[in-house]
Antibody
Framework: EVQLVESGGGLVQPGGSLRLSCAAS????????MSWVRQAPGKGLEWVAN????????YYVDSVKGRFTISRDNARNSMYLQMNSLRAEDTAVYYC????????????WGQGTLVTVSS | QSVLTQPPSVSAAPGQKVTISCSGS????????VSWYQQLPGTAPKLLIY???KRPSGIPDRFSGSKSGTSATLGITGLQTGDEADYYC????????????FGGGTKLTVL
């Protein structure tokens, strides 16, 4: 059974940092592109970033470029999102997601972890 | 403002059919595969359609997808009260700021 479990969310002050983790199981992690998708309270889905199987390609939404870094450790079946210079507008539930299909076709989602940026 | 445009809401009676549109451009919908997701309140999204019109195993054939040019459509027939949810389209955008994109979401109400 495919499982994606996020951790690392919480309350952080504006300008602060947080590192999210995603533990994957039930599939060959190293064979898939992986994504982070977020959802602000009461709002729609927003794709944040993704990373190729070996980590050689990474893409980001413009609003997080230069502040967020996506990475993965295939030996640990894990993906990460390092978030720096956090802003109030980064407040959201962050989902770890597996791209099982073409063009960011996400076939599995984690349960999400809430990040709140507030003073 | 989302890159992909969806109607904010649609509604229909149980048993009826509804369609949800997703309008984009040549850099996204027009040249990349579209996926559709259902999000029930308080839960993570669930894949309904991938590669424009394919259904994952376990998704009933009441759900269908199609695409023409820069617009995609999700169709749901035989509406059930359990279909009340938010629906999102998504794809890759191949423009200079390449990345994934979603529609703003459509709230389906089954009257």
């Amino acid at each position: 059974e495919v499982q994606l479990v996020e951790s690392g969310g919480g309350l952080v002050q504006p300008g602060g940092s947080l590192r999210l983790s995603c533990a994957a199981s039930g599939f060959t992690f190293s064979s898939y592109w992986m994504s982070w998708v977020r959802q602000a309270p009461g709002k729609g889905l927003e794709w944040v970033a993704n990373i190729k199987q070996g980590g050689s390609e990474k893409y980001y939404v413009d609003s997080v470029k230069g502040r967020f870094t996506i990475s993965r450790d295939n030996a640990r079946n894990s993906m990460y999102l390092q978030m720096n210079s956090l802003r109030a507008e980064d407040t959201a539930v962050y989902y770890c997601a597996r791209e099982g299909n073409r063009d960011v076709g996400i076939d599995y989602w984690g349960q999400g972890t809430l990040v709140t940026v507030s003073s | 403002q989302s890159v992909l445009t969806q109607p904010p809401s649609v509604s229909a009676a149980p048993g009826q059919k509804v369609t949800i549109s997703c309008s984009g451009s040549s850099s996204n919908v027009g040249n990349n595969y579209v996926s559709w997701y259902q999000q029930l309140p308080g839960t993570a999204p669930k894949l309904l359609i991938y590669d424009d019109n394919k259904r994952p195993s376990g998704i009933p054939d009441r759900f269908s997808g199609s695409k023409s040019g820069t617009s995609a459509t999700l169709g749901i027939t035989g509406l059930q009260t359990g279909d009340e949810a938010d629906y999102y389209c998504g794809t890759w955008d191949s423009s200079l700021s390449a990345g994934g994109v979603f529609g703003g979401g459509t709230k389906l109400t089954v009257l």
